[in-house]
């Protein structure tokens, strides 16, 4: 069974910088894209970010110019560079991938098991 593996969350000051990454427990066949979704205590989850394979990265517009993803291909890797955080921006962050694993051949979405944000005032 494909693993999502995260880390990188804690607690920050307001205007603070935190990094997420995100692996692929195992080899996998094809992903695209990667990316990382939140969830807020009461709110729905919802995407913050998402890279394909050849770079392609889309943004939330609440996170914009402060937020970069980044990935690497050859070790299933995806990370979240946070910069200029912002209270709103306290949620449980998920890694999500779409990908076919080497012993399957159909794709189906995985998510981590999430990681805590929190952002002081």
């Known amino acids: 069974q494909v693993q999502l593996v995260e880390s990188g969350g804690g607690l920050v000051q307001a205007g603070g910088s935190l990094r997420l990454s995100c692996a692929a427990s195992?080899?996998?066949?094809?992903?695209?894209?990667m990316g990382w979704y939140r969830q807020a205590p009461g709110k729905q989850r919802e995407l913050v970010a998402t890279?394909?394979?050849?770079?392609?990265?889309n943004y939330a517009d609440s996170v914009k110019g402060r937020f970069t993803i980044s990935r690497d291909n050859f070790k299933n890797t995806v990370s979240l560079q946070m910069n200029s955080l912002k209270p709103e921006d306290t949620a449980v962050y998920y890694c999500?991938?779409?990908?076919?694993?080497?012993?399957?051949?159909?794709?189906?979405?995985?998510w981590g098991q999430g990681t805590q944000v929190t952002v002081s005032s």
């Open positions: 890279i394909t394979s050849g770079g392609d990265a």
């Open positions: 195992r080899s996998i066949a094809s992903i695209n894209p």
């Open positions: 999500y991938a779409y990908m076919r694993p080497w012993s399957s051949s159909t794709w189906e979405s995985y």
